[in-house]
């Protein structure tokens, strides 16, 4: 179980990251809530972006894995108060608070494999600032720019909506560091689309983001102050 502030928490930082109406593939439709020993998983993705919130439970759990659809999880969440207390998903889609029981019928889905996707670890990783990103990712999207090329090198991180404009992002610090700043000549660069980036970054906690690069075509991690919240988004090469 987990209490009820995070629980709701968690929901509204994944429920994002999944939209109902607008994937085929059934699985995508709700929440993955994964259990393994004491730690919660709560699960969100579209297939482009992957949402993780992970928190600790109060002991060990049998292995869970169910998945419950986006919108009665929602209105669940909506009913929740603070004398509810604590939340406890069953295997069954039982949930119990303090107050209330109720039945939530899974989906009849396998999820895919998501820590598969997730890096042990990250070669790169750069801290900005989140207020400056998003306005300047804001002044880009006014200009009707659909993706951005980002790139990072000599201690630079820039963002380019092609000729049109580009914006310089202040480094605060960079972490676990191999390619760079070591190399002046390496350049980690990708694109991705304005849109999911900004939505990530807008539901992040906290006055820093941390962007995490491995190669230029994988995959990068976004997280703010909670760090028990990873989000992931799917990059394309430049053409």
Known sequence: MIDVKTFKTAIKKTAPFINEKLN????????LFHVKGNVLRIVGSDNIRLSVFATNLSKNYE???????????????????????????GNEG????????????PL??????YLAIIPTRFKTEIKVSRS?????????????????TCFVKNYTFKITGGEKVTETIN??????????????????????????????????DGDEVTIKFNQSWKPIGLAGKNTNHLILIATRREV
């Open 63 to 89: 292995d869970m894995q169910i998945v419950l659809p986006k919108s009665e999880v929602l209105n669940f969440t909506k009913s929740l108060n603070s004398t509810d207390e604590y939340v406890e998903i």
């Open 171 to 204: 480094i605060i610090k960079t972490e676990n560091v191999q390619e760079y700043p070591f190399d002046p000549n390496v350049v980690l660069r990708f694109v991705v689309n304005l849109k999911f980036l900004l939505d990530a970054i807008e539901v992040l």
């Open 108 to 113: 009849d889905v396998k999820y895919f494999d």
């Open 94 to 105: 039982q949930i119990k608070t303090k107050n209330k029981i109720i039945q939530i019928k």
């Open 24 to 31: 085929d593939y059934k699985p995508l439709r709700g929440f």
């Open 132 to 148: 400056e990103f998003m306005d300047k990712i804001k002044k880009l999207k006014k200009m009707n720019i659909d993706e951005l």
